[in-house]
C-alpha cells in the first residue's frame, strides 16, 4: 500500500477530530512522497520525529493508540481491496510500547554518541561532534554530527538528546534535522535537506539549479504551510538557520555568501 493511499484512508477517519491521527494524517502528506510503499520503517521514523517534542513525549501513550488502531483499520480496509500494508501494524513497535528517555546529564549523551560514531567510522567516515547551545532547536541538549563521507561528501544532522529504550537498551532517536552536501560544500542537488528553524518549524527543501524548493513544516500537528521556491538568500528565515549551523563547519573566508555580504559592506561604507 502507498503512502497515498495510507493518507486517504486516514483521510475517512476525520483526522481532525483526533490530534494524534491529524499528526500522522499531516505527517504523511509533508514528509513523505505519495507514490512510496508505506513502510515499517516510515512509522518509525514517524514516531522519532514527533518524541523530538515534549508534547509527544507527554501524550506518547494516546499516540501509539491511536496510529495502532488506525493502521489495523486502514490495513483491513486494504484487505478489502486486494491491497494491504507491507506490514502487520500489530507486531511493529508503537511508541505506546516503549519508555522515551531525555538524557539528563551530558556525559550519558557523549556516551551514546561515542557508540554512533565508532560505527560512522566502522564505515570509513570521519566524524566531527560539536554541542549547539541551549534552545538551539527542539531540546535542550543537541549535537552538531559532521559526517566526512568516503565519497568526499557531507551529511550533517542534528542530534537530540531523546533516548528509547528498546529490549533493555538505550537507543537514540533519529536526528531531526539532516543537510547533504557535494564534496564542494554545495547543498547536494535533488536531494531531500530537513532542517528545523525553530522549535516548532521545519523547512523540508530540495536545491535545483540557482533555487531551493520546498515548504515549513511546523507545530505539533506538522501542517504544511509557506511553500517556497527561489535563491536561498530570498528566503530569510532559512538562510540564517543554515549558517548559523554551518559557521561549525564551513569557513567564512570560502563562503561565497560571506564574501558577498564583505564586498556589499565594503561597497556601502563611506
Known amino acids: 500500500m502507498s503512502v497515498g493511499e ?4 486516514i483521510f475517512e477517519l476525520e483526522p481532525q477530530k483526533n490530534p494524534a491521527r491529524l499528526a500522522f494524517y499531516s505527517y504523511l502528506n509533508s ?15 514517524f514516531y522519532d520525529r514527533a518524541l523530538t517534542l515534549a508534547h509527544w513525549q507527554t501524550n506518547k501513550q494516546h499516540l501509539g493508540e491511536t496510529i495502532r488502531d ?12 486486494q491491497t ?3 506490514f502487520d501494524p500489530d507486531q511493529a513497535l508503537h511508541c505506546c510500547d516503549f519508555q522515551v528517555v531525555p538524557l539528563e546529564t551530558p556525559r550519558d549523551f557523549q556516551a551514546l554518541l561515542e557508540k554512533a560514531v565508532e560505527k560512522f567510522e566502522g564505515f570509513g567516515e570521519k566524524v566531527r561532534l560539536f554541542a549547539l547551545r541551549d534552545g538551539f532547536t527542539h531540546t535542550r541538549q543537541e549535537v552538531l554530527v559532521v559526517r566526512l563521507q568516503k565519497s568526499g561528501s ?9 533516548t528509547i529504550i528498546v529490549d533493555g537498551e538505550l537507543q537514540l532517536v533519529r536526528p531531526h534535522s539532516r543537510l ?11 536531494v531531500e535537506q530537513i532542517l528545523a528553524t525553530s522549535v516548532l518549524r521545519v523547512a523540508r527543501f530540495q536545491k535545483s539549479g540557482t533555487n ?6 511546523q507545530g505539533i500537528n506538522f501542517a504544511q504551510s509557506s511553500p517556497f521556491e527561489k535563491p536561498i538568500s530570498e528566503i530569510p528565515e532559512l538562510l540564517r538557520a543554515v549558517k548559523r549551523i554551518e559557521r561549525y563547519y564551513i569557513n567564512p573566508a570560502s563562503d561565497p555568501y ?3 555580504l564583505y564586498e556589499t559592506l565594503k561597497t556601502d561604507s563611506p
Request: charged share 20%; proline share 6%; no cysteine.
Open 31 to 45: 514528509f513523505l512522497p505519495p507514490d512510496k510503499t508505506f513502510t515499517q520503517e516510515m512509522l518509525d521514523v
Open 258 to 260: 560571506y564574501q558577498d
Open 6 to 9: 495510507v493518507a486517504h484512508f
Open 154 to 162: 557531507l551529511i550533517v544532522d542534528i542530534q537530540p538528546n531523546i
Open 84 to 86: 494491504g500494508l507491507a
Open 70 to 81: 488506525d493502521l489495523l483499520k486502514v490495513n483491513e480496509l486494504g484487505k478489502e481491496k
Open 212 to 217: 531551493v524548493a520546498g515548504a515549513y513544516i
Open 180 to 190: 547533504t552536501y557535494s564534496h564542494s560544500l554545495d547543498l547536494e542537488p535533488g
